[in-house]
């Protein structure tokens, strides 16, 4: 009688080194794979002993059927067949190799695959996981399907996705991470998240898009790499989101959005033509050191709260036409292409807290440094207004505006400025400022004659 002994993939240092050797040989990313090594590591110190296999070794071998690296090319269909019986309950496959697989029916139990490699297409379309799902450092080869499927919780941590993922329409019903995942081109169309979920360092090297996709809690793409065309078009955001420090490499729409509580996008970096055209900002959006190297959109926005761009640089074309403020700041932002707020409306503001600090304005643009031409044709200001020590090295224009209360102390204006058709209707001051040019105030309406001692 032939005595069966258990797979080798037991034992945390054994593990890691064959896990560490798997990856050195097919990762050539170096930091890629050293964040692989790391993922590895903080997995087998949560799972401990549940890491080892217990399935037998194939006769004559080293390892089982699922952890014979090889095993999968020349018995495709028994791999499959044993991987589909075993996990009806659930069950751990911890560093898997397995061949192309369709789930079909409900996964009643945890399922954990986790540093498993995918050899093939995975479909799990329509699939319920009634409990949770781990598939942290998992390695999808070919394209995955989750359309449709309902989650609990479920773990994607260091995931990678070297073809084709898609979400669409699927829920997730329990906490959700796709932390430090790497994407090729994944989608999320109508896609619901109904608790937390966090996309933290994760880079999407394809196309990413979350188009009417629902975000019921709290969600986060810190220091997130987004390479290609990215679009969360339609999508709403029912709590928190927070993109500090993410990075957009491509062409990145948020148009008609919705934002019902604060947005983060601190330190952000947008290296392609961007988009927030229609959306509606119902909390505080804050843009704090935000970059936007190419041109920018916020055509017709709503910001129904405060919204802060403070020290942004704007590389391009700025675009806020017809868009309406609450309470705005631009201080110390920088505008170096075009800046146009031609039909905005700023209106008037209930702050407390600027009540409390004995301040009316609800627009600032103090130090801001507008590099190329500015627009604030027919723009209306509800509440005051300050410009106060921005500078305008070119041609600026606010005609037809109409200010209620407006400062332009020692603002520099270096070239033609344009106050024609304007209507001031509260107190406006212009101490102190230089006009290195004529400036042109044809049929200018005043209601207060203004403050001036220009230089």
């Known amino acids: 009688m032939i005595k069966t002994r258990k797979c080798s993939y037991r034992g945390k240092e054994r593990i890691f080194e064959i896990e560490k050797e798997w990856l050195e040989e097919n990762i050539k ?4 794979m050293r964040t692989k090594i790391t993922v590895v590591g903080t997995i087998l110190d949560i799972l401990r002993d549940d890491a080892d296999c217990r399935f037998d070794a194939i006769e004559g071998r080293e390892f089982c059927i699922f952890h014979e690296s090889d095993y999968w090319k020349d ?21 898997a190799h397995i061949p192309i ?88 169309i109508g896609t619901t998240f109904n608790e937390k979920v966090s996309f933290d360092k994760a880079t999407f090297n394809g196309r990413a898009s979350f188009d009417e996709t629902t975000f019921n809690e709290e969600v986060s793409f810190d220091k997130a790499t987004f390479n290609g065309r990215t679009s969360f078009d339609k999508a709403t955001f029912n709590e928190n989101v927070s993109f500090d420090k ?29 988009l927030f055209n229609n959306a509606t900002f119902n909390k505080e959006a804050l843009f704090l050191e935000t970059k936007f190297n190419e041109q920018v959109s916020f055509n017709k926005t709503t910001f129904n709260d405060n919204a802060l761009f403070y020290g942004v640089t704007f590389y391009d ?34 702050n407390v807290i600027y009540k409390a600090l004995g301040e009316s304005n609800v627009a600032y643009f103090n130090e801001t440094i507008f590099v190329g031409r500015a627009s604030f044709d027919r723009t209306i200001f509800n509440s005051a207004v300050s410009f106060d020590e921005a500078t305008f090295n070119d041609r600026v224009s606010f ?37 290195n040019k004529e400036p042109s105030f044809v049929d200018v309406k005043w209601k207060i004659i203004p403050d001036t001692n220009p230089e």
């Open 317 to 350: 074309i700025a675009m806020f036409s017809k868009a309406t403020f609450y309470d705005v700041s631009f201080d110390k932002t920088k505008f170096n292409g075009a800046a146009l707020f031609d039909e905005a409306i700023f209106n008037e503001s209930d």
């Open 399 to 435: 005609a037809r505006a109409e200010f209620r209360g407006a400062s332009f102390d020692r603002t520099i204006f270096n070239s033609a400025v344009s106050f024609d058709e304007a209507t001031f209707n509260d107190r406006v001051s212009f101490a102190k400022t230089i006009f």
């Open 75 to 95: 018995h495709e269909d028994e791999v499959r067949t044993a991987f589909l019986t075993e996990i009806k309950n659930g069950g751990k496959f911890i560093g």
């Open 246 to 274: 993410a990075t957009f490499n491509g062409r990145t729409s948020f148009d008609e959005t919705t934002f019902d509580k604060a947005a983060w996008f601190d330190m952000a970096i947008f290296n392609g033509a961007t």
């Open 29 to 32: 990313d170096q930091e890629e």
């Open 101 to 188: 697989i369709n789930i079909t029916r409900v996964i009643e139990g945890e399922l954990n695959l986790s540093l498993t490699k995918v050899h093939g297409t995975f479909n799990a379309n329509n699939i319920k996981f009634s409990t949770g799902a781990w598939f942290i450092g998992t390695t999808f080869n070919g394209r995955a399907s989750f359309d449709k499927a309902t989650f609990n919780e479920v773990m994607f941590i260091g995931t990678t996705f070297n073809e084709e993922v898609s979400f669409d329409k699927a829920t997730f019903n329990g906490r959700a991470s796709f932390d430090k995942a790497t994407f090729n081109e994944v989608m999320f």
